[in-house]
């Protein structure tokens, strides 16, 4: 809000002034009335909350509210004196009428008090606080002794404070005891004498195991209100991301999180599916309602062991969910908690909370998605489509196949998923290091062990294989992609530092500058990019398109914006070797083998356009010295990492991974030396265009210095201020480019400056349009 005060400065005086001319108009007896009784409220309303807490022994929490009153006060008139000492002018007349407050010292330790006390439990006291700040506010803005934004800053203000004083001290847990529990199981009729907390319930959630005098054993689900809060953020994020068939709204009150539960567990019941029967339901207190089933005794799927799962135990289960699914009703948690295998090897459905009932084929075929993957992570691919095809027949299992991705899955078995492929790379990679180890060459071992298939893409040829008209296009779940949140927040970044950097540099050089230079600058800016192509192209045996591999390199711009260059253009690349029909252990190994390549040549490069600086300026004596210096550094570095146990286990772990993946992958390329020339030029091409540009934007300005020197700059430079992990090398790229291009070079600073920021504008500000149209393009083809 303060910054809205700051940079919108029209528009809330605009709106103060509306309301005050509005005001006038209403009538004077109307106006007194409102403020008098929102006046009588403000302090009324607190009085009698703090009475009814202290009635119901609620002390504690009356004590929360009263230093969240305090830290109120004292913080509005903290801001108070700051607006009207040291605020800007904008901020000060978008909150200050005449001689009022900015912030409301009276209302602020009110909404603070209220809300640390408990007031979001209590509907009607929620409600009268509510119309309380509203009338108030109402009769302080028709009265000219406020403006909409400090009123808005005052209840944030309010809020803050409390919730922060809530997260600082604690807040009281609202979690009944094991005697509430008891005493609340009495008063539906049952005789319990212990109740334990089952150790096989669901994550999240919290089940007791009943013992009775008389009668047999209960199983207890309890919900109160800190369970029924917690994952708050995680179910927001997949609401915002995902379509609504793909997710459910999650109940707002303990009674409706009681009646769902209730709802489903009595239609499954109705619907003959193995599932445990309802007996009773009953609130526990306030904060806690409780569901009482039967007791079924056996153990969570997850917990027996991979012999021990029989075609039995798949059948029955596809046989309760196939009953379920013929009354429309959805499970929508088929992990391996939600299976419970009983003694006689039969299966029981549990944690039916998360259920729907008249649920669509969406929903019904996410299911089915659901428990193939479960089944599959245990008993295989093959198994696991055999036993649905048994029990649902082969179209309604194919039906599943659109839905089987990551995304629609449950959390867990998003992270089972992880960890069956990380230990499916494992064995793999330990049974190449085997091989090679046994003699056999390194090509060799990479054909005979290939890299791991996902998953569910196992599942998809099983099914394929059956029904091979199936569907295959992945149904459309997500409503909002990662990417494109990401895409829109570092859009927003760019313009934002953009803006930053041309207000503290400003251009006044430009109405002096050559434009002929400027021209010759962008040119060699875009030769970059072909050069980038071609060292992408050049180690790569397979063929790729000429321009969608440039279309790829000007992609990579965008994604500077976002990640390191160092990480963000391999990933990318990788990603587009992969999508082109590179295998991904060989994309991985191409891009790895131009960063190496491409780190030699910079060295290289670096050395020798030092060694033609050094010559031209007065004798190889200080290259040679430079050189010299430049090896013992690099050697100390190396020995300082070699005598370190843990550097130097990471650097052979580096080295194994290089000596596996690239250098196989260059011997490969040895047989054409085609693509090794391409490949090398490209990347002399990449350094020989950046280095043109630097030089063309200096000479725009009026500056001069040796090519060989704006080439020391430009490798020194770039490489030092890259060694910081900001995307873009924002900012450090920069300083390092105009530091030496005024040490280094001789250039002067009035010149370095501009040349430097229209050296970035044309290298990486300028295309990241561009970039974003080419990333968008062959997201859309199916390029990345």
């Known amino acids: 809000m303060l910054v809205l005060a700051s940079i919108a400065t029209s528009t809330t005086n605009g709106l103060t002034t509306d309301i005050t001319s509005g005001a006038t108009r209403l009538p004077s007896f109307l106006v007194t009335i409102t403020s008098f009784f929102s006046t009588a409220a403000v302090l009324v309303v607190p009085v009698a909350f703090a009475v009814e807490r202290l009635i119901k022994r609620d002390g504690l929490r009356v004590a929360d509210g009263v230093l969240a009153a305090v830290l109120a006060h004292g913080l509005s008139l903290g801001i108070d004196l700051w607006v009207v000492r040291a605020a800007p002018q904008s901020i000060r007349s978008a909150l200050v009428v005449g001689n009022s407050d900015p912030v409301h010292g009276y209302l602020t330790p009110v909404i603070a008090y209220m809300t640390a006390v408990g007031m979001a439990s209590r509907p009607r006291w929620r409600v009268a606080l509510w119309l309380v700040v509203l009338l108030d506010s109402l009769s302080e803005l028709v009265s000219a002794n406020t403006t909409p934004l400090s009123i808005a800053i005052t209840i944030l203000l309010g809020l803050t404070v409390a919730y922060g004083t809530l997260y600082a001290v604690g807040s009281p847990n609202v979690r009944p005891t094991g005697e509430h529990l008891l005493a609340g199981l009495r008063k539906v009729g049952f005789d319990p004498i212990t109740a334990h907390r089952s150790p096989d319930g669901p994550e ?104 021990e799962i029989t075609d039995k135990i798949l059948v029955d289960a596809w046989t309760s969910v196939r009953t379920l699914h013929d009354r429309r009703i959805a499970h929508r948690q088929l992990t391996a908690k939600a299976l419970l295998v009983t003694e006689d090897s039969g299966t029981c459905l549990v944690n039916l909370a998360g259920g729907d009932i008249a649920a669509g084929d969406l929903a019904l075929r996410m299911d089915v998605a659901q428990l193939l993957t479960t089944f599959a992570l245990r008993v295989g691919p093959e198994r696991a489509v055999t036993s649905a095809t048994e029990v649902l027949g082969t179209n309604r299992t194919a039906a599943a196949l ?248 990471w650097l052979f772990q580096q080295l194994r991974l290089l000596f596996v993946g690239v250098i196989p992958r260059m011997l490969d390329l040895l047989r054409t030396p085609s693509k090794l020339a391409t490949g090398f030029g490209g990347i002399v091409l990449v350094s020989l265009a950046f280095i043109a540009c630097l030089d063309a934007c200096v000479r725009a300005f009026g500056g001069s210095a040796g090519f060989a020197a704006i080439a020391v700059v430009y490798l020194a430079g770039n490489a030092a201020g890259s060694a910081v992990p900001v995307p873009g090398g924002i900012g450090t790229i920069d300083a390092a480019l105009i530091l030496l291009l005024s040490s280094a070079a001789g250039v002067p600073g009035s010149i370095a400056g501009p040349a430097v920021l229209m050296f970035r504008i044309l290298t990486f500000w300028f295309p990241v349009l561009p970039g974003w149209l080419c990333f968008g393009y062959l997201q859309r083809k199916g390029g990345l």
Not at 207 to 224: A, E, K, N, S, T
Not at 426 to 439: C, L, N, P, S
Not at 601 to 619: P, Q
Request: a positive charge; zero cysteines.
């Open 204 to 307: 999240g959630t919290r089940r007791y195991l009943v013992v009775q005098q008389v009668g047999p054993p209960l199983d207890v689900h309890v919900i109160d209100r800190e369970q029924q809060a917690s994952g708050f953020f995680y179910r927001f994020w997949r609401r915002l991301r995902l379509r609504a068939v793909a997710t459910r709204s999650s109940p707002q009150s303990l009674r409706q999180a009681l009646e769902q539960e209730a709802l489903i567990a009595y239609a499954a019941n109705a619907a003959g599916a193995h599932s445990p029967h309802l007996i009773a339901t009953s609130e526990l207190g306030p904060d806690a309602v409780i569901l009482v089933y039967e007791r079924i005794e056996g153990r969570a799927f997850a917990d027996i062991a991979d012999e």
């Open 402 to 649: 659109p839905m089987l991705q990551p995304v629609g899955l449950s959390r867990s078995t998003r992270q089972d998923l992880k960890v069956y492929h990380r230990h499916r790379k494992a064995e793999v990679q330990a049974e190449r290091d085997a091989q090679i180890a046994a003699g056999v060459k390194v090509e060799e071992a990479l054909e005979a062990s290939p890299d791991p298939a996902d998953l569910l893409s196992l599942i998809r040829e099983e099914i394929l294989a059956l029904v091979p008209q199936a569907p295959v296009e992945p149904a459309k779940l997500e409503r909002l992609r990662p990417k494109t949140l990401i895409s829109l927040i570092a859009g927003a970044f760019a313009a934002y530092l953009l803006v930053g950097q041309l207000t503290n540099n400003p251009l006044t050089h430009l109405a002096h500058a050559q434009w002929g230079w400027i021209a010759v600058a962008a040119g060699a800016s875009a030769a970059s990019y072909l050069g980038a192509a071609m060292s992408l192209a050049g180690f790569v045996p397979e063929q790729l398109p000429f321009w969608r591999t440039i279309a790829a390199q000007v992609a990579g711009s965008f994604v500077k914006l976002v990640a390191p260059a160092a990480v963000g253009g391999v990933a990318l690349n990788a990603r587009f070797l992969q999508r082109a029909g590179v295998r991904p252990g060989q994309a991985v190994a191409s891009v790895g083998a131009s960063q190496l390549v491409g780190l030699a040549m910079h060295i290289v490069l670096l050395l020798g356009f030092g060694f033609i600086a050094g010559t031209a300026s007065s004798s190889d004596v200080p290259s040679a010295r430079t050189v010299i210096t430049v090896l013992l550094v690099a050697a100390v570095v190396v020995l300082i990492v070699a005598a370190i146990p843990p550097l130097r286990r």
